[in-house]
């Protein structure tokens, strides 16, 4: 690391789409200023991920991809791939903390590592990171809710943020990121919203950590402030960050603090909506190859799911008024579809706008990696294009009240209205709705826009909605990488943050 690089310490990394932001930003010399000096993640599947992501920047760096590019076309195995090129392996190993490692628990090893790297580093430091959500997200509280033993202030999660200041008052960085899920706002410990506590924490982290010597921070938002004059809003709203409105193809919105050390003066600039168009989920995934879903509970092959699509077409053909136009669409399945598909065929026909085209894609890959389906129910096949039908025609994905009552699945409360998002397709003309991690436990909230293909989204479509370049590999079995992916933040997002964060950084210290 040179002296006028910025190190990165990033807490709670996941598969590192934050991370990948800042490492990936270029300055006007084409230089990289942000180094990853260390990524701390406790599930062995994302450690993975990002061990090998560090050591693709280490070896691009080096002028080595060949062995990389081998591995990507399994022409190479994982293990054989970094005993080739040892060095920068143990580069990359270094950098994730020879391995999985949780706050909280492993806090020698951690604590020691960012004590070593911030004594040795003259230049700027940051910190970033997102303690994880699951107790502050509504789906995480309304889970919560039904268990009659839960005791929010006993959930350790809900305080994982101590973690985050306690390496906050070791490392002193110039400035903090902190990502959150939207429900962080409204969570409640004894009655009492937690947002204000985390934020005056923030400002004042000695008070929490004991440690005198650490300085405090300011807190900014990223976006324009809302209107202070209307009183509906309050202003903890004002940190909420809305992805669509970013060049991203998704709406999905965070709460993102960005914290300045007291001594810095400089004030960060602000996130800027006019640079980039909306996308939508066509533009983002459209070039991606077509894929059938597989059969689960039943014999999988192209010809027995062939089968179930026809009679589907002819089932739907039949219904009447069900708000949409069967004989509009030629239903027939595509002859000859797989369910991974490893060659990106139609790579020149992509409909990515400028900005994600240079981000997403890499011209020395005609690869598609993770881009297998998973195996739907036989009734749930008919569902998927009964939905994508419906968003093609009318645009939105439909409620329980419009699905046909054939189609209805067997609850007894499917009309309660509890049940209404229980099938989402992906408009192909909006931006998606947030990928979470849920898409690793069923599909039916990421049905895929084309009503031929009846199938939820590949991990691939997935990371491509959340602006991961498509030479980005994620590790472990499918569900490992649906996890991964819905977990993070897009990295583009993170690119933009990292332009904030650099120019505030390069006006405090004039040599960089
Ligand atoms: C929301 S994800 C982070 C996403 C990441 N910022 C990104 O952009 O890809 C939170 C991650 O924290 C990890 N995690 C949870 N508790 C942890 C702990 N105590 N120590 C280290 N990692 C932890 C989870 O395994 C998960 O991968």
């Given at each position: 690391?040179?002296?006028n690089d910025?190190?990165?310490?990033d807490?709670?990394s996941g598969?590192?789409?934050?991370?990948?932001g800042?490492?990936?930003?270029?300055?006007?010399n084409?230089?990289y200023?942000?180094k990853?000096?260390?990524s701390?993640?406790k599930?062995?599947?994302?450690h993975?991920?990002?061990?090998t992501?560090a050591?693709?920047?280490?070896?691009?760096?080096?002028?080595?991809l060949d062995?990389?590019?081998?591995?990507?076309?399994?022409?190479?195995?994982?293990?054989?791939?970094?005993?080739?090129?040892?060095g920068?392996?143990?580069?990359?190993f270094?950098?994730?903390?020879?391995?999985?490692s949780?706050?909280?628990k492993?806090?020698d090893?951690?604590h020691?590592?960012v004590?070593?790297?911030?004594?040795?580093?003259?230049?700027p430091?940051?910190?970033?990171?997102?303690p994880?959500?699951?107790?502050?997200?509504?789906a995480?509280?309304?889970?919560?809710?039904?268990?009659k033993?839960?005791?929010?202030k006993e959930?350790?999660?809900?305080?994982?943020?101590?973690?985050?200041?306690k390496?906050?008052?070791?490392?002193?960085p110039?400035?903090f990121?902190?990502e959150?899920?939207?429900g962080?706002?409204?969570?409640?410990?004894?009655?009492?919203?937690?947002?204000?506590q985390?934020l005056?924490?923030?400002?004042?982290?000695?008070?929490?950590?004991?440690s005198?010597s650490?300085p405090?921070?300011?807190?900014?938002?990223?976006?324009e402030k809302?209107?202070?004059a209307?009183?509906?809003?309050?202003?903890?709203?004002?940190y909420?960050i809305?992805?669509?409105?970013?060049?991203?193809?998704?709406?999905?919105?965070?709460v993102?603090?960005?914290?300045?050390r007291?001594?810095i003066?400089?004030?960060?600039?602000?996130?800027?909506?006019?640079?980039?168009?909306?996308v939508s989920?066509?533009?983002?995934?459209?070039?991606?190859?077509?894929?059938r879903?597989?059969l689960?509970?039943k014999?999988?092959?192209?010809?027995s799911?062939?089968?179930?699509?026809s009679?589907n077409?002819?089932?739907?053909s039949?219904?009447?008024?069900?708000g949409?136009?069967?004989n509009?669409?030629?239903?027939?399945?595509y002859?000859?579809?797989?369910?991974?598909?490893?060659?990106?065929?139609n790579k020149?026909?992509?409909?990515?706008?400028?900005?994600?085209?240079?981000?997403?894609?890499?011209?020395?890959?005609n690869?598609?990696?993770?881009?297998?389906?998973?195996?739907?129910?036989?009734?749930?096949?008919l569902r998927?294009?009964?939905c994508?039908?419906?968003?093609?025609?009318?645009?939105?994905?439909?409620?329980?009240?419009?699905?046909?009552?054939?189609?209805?699945p067997q609850?007894?409360?499917?009309?309660?209205?509890s049940?209404?998002?229980?099938?989402?397709?992906?408009v192909?003309?909006?931006?998606?709705?947030?990928?979470?991690?849920?898409?690793?436990?069923?599909g039916?909230?990421?049905?895929?826009?084309?009503?031929?293909q009846?199938?939820?989204?590949?991990?691939?479509?997935?990371?491509?909605?959340?602006?991961?370049?498509?030479?980005y590999?994620?590790?472990?079995?499918?569900t490992?990488?649906?996890?991964?992916?819905?977990?993070?933040?897009?990295?583009?997002?993170?690119?933009q943050?990292?332009?904030?964060?650099f120019?505030?950084i390069?006006?405090?210290?004039?040599n960089?």
């Amino acid at each position: 690391m040179k002296g006028n690089d910025i190190l990165v310490i990033d807490l709670f990394s996941g598969p590192g789409g934050l991370g990948e932001g800042f490492a990936s930003y270029q300055n006007n010399n084409e230089e990289y200023p942000f180094k990853i000096g260390m990524s701390v993640e406790k599930d062995p599947h994302a450690h993975m991920t990002l061990t090998t992501r560090a050591f693709y920047r280490l070896a691009k760096q080096k002028g080595c991809l060949d062995g990389y590019y081998q591995y990507l076309n399994s022409n190479l195995s994982r293990a054989k791939l970094f005993e080739s090129y040892k060095g920068i392996y143990e580069s990359a190993f270094q950098e994730t903390l020879e391995g999985p490692s949780e706050l909280g628990k492993d806090n020698d090893h951690i604590h020691a590592r960012v004590k070593e790297l911030t004594e040795n580093h003259n230049g700027p430091k940051i910190l970033i990171g997102g303690p994880p959500c699951q107790a502050y997200s509504l789906a995480g509280r309304s889970r919560n809710a039904g268990n009659k033993n839960y005791v929010p202030k006993e959930d350790h999660r809900h305080f994982l943020y101590k973690e985050y200041l306690k390496v906050l008052s070791i490392a002193k960085p110039d400035v903090f990121v902190m990502e959150n899920v939207r429900g962080i706002l409204t969570a409640k410990v004894e009655n009492q919203l937690i947002f204000p506590q985390i934020l005056n924490d923030l400002q004042n982290p000695s008070k929490i950590t004991g440690s005198d010597s650490c300085p405090s921070y300011r807190i900014y938002s990223l976006v324009e402030k809302t209107d202070e004059a209307d009183n509906s809003t309050p202003a903890s709203l004002n940190y909420l960050i809305r992805f669509e409105e970013f060049g991203i193809p998704q709406a999905r919105h965070r709460v993102i603090l960005l914290g300045v050390r007291e001594d810095i003066k400089q004030i960060p600039d602000i996130l800027d909506k006019n640079i980039y168009p909306k996308v939508s989920v066509k533009e983002a995934i459209g070039d991606l190859p077509k894929l059938r879903s597989g059969l689960s509970k039943k014999a999988d092959s192209y010809d027995s799911w062939q089968e179930v699509v026809s009679k589907n077409a002819e089932t739907l053909s039949k219904l009447h008024n069900i708000g949409v136009d069967v004989n509009k669409t030629d239903l027939q399945p595509y002859e000859d579809l797989k369910r991974k598909e490893t060659v990106h065929k139609n790579k020149s026909l992509n409909q990515l706008p400028d900005h994600l085209r240079k981000w997403i894609l890499d011209p020395e890959l005609n690869l598609v990696l993770n881009h297998e389906t998973r195996g739907h129910m036989e009734s749930d096949l008919l569902r998927y294009s009964f939905c994508a039908l419906h968003g093609e025609q009318r645009r939105f994905s439909p409620k329980a009240e419009n699905f046909p009552a054939e189609l209805a699945p067997q609850h007894q409360n499917w009309n309660s209205g509890s049940y209404n998002d229980r099938f989402r397709v992906q408009v192909s003309t909006k931006a998606a709705t947030t990928i979470t991690s849920h898409i690793s436990k069923d599909g039916h909230y990421f049905i895929h826009y084309d009503p031929k293909q009846c199938r939820s989204l590949t991990v691939r479509e997935a990371a491509r909605l959340q602006t991961f370049p498509d030479n980005y590999i994620f590790e472990g079995n499918r569900t490992n990488q649906y996890t991964q992916v819905g977990n993070a933040v897009p990295p583009f997002l993170a690119r933009q943050i990292s332009e904030i964060v650099f120019s505030l950084i390069k006006k405090h210290y004039s040599n960089l």
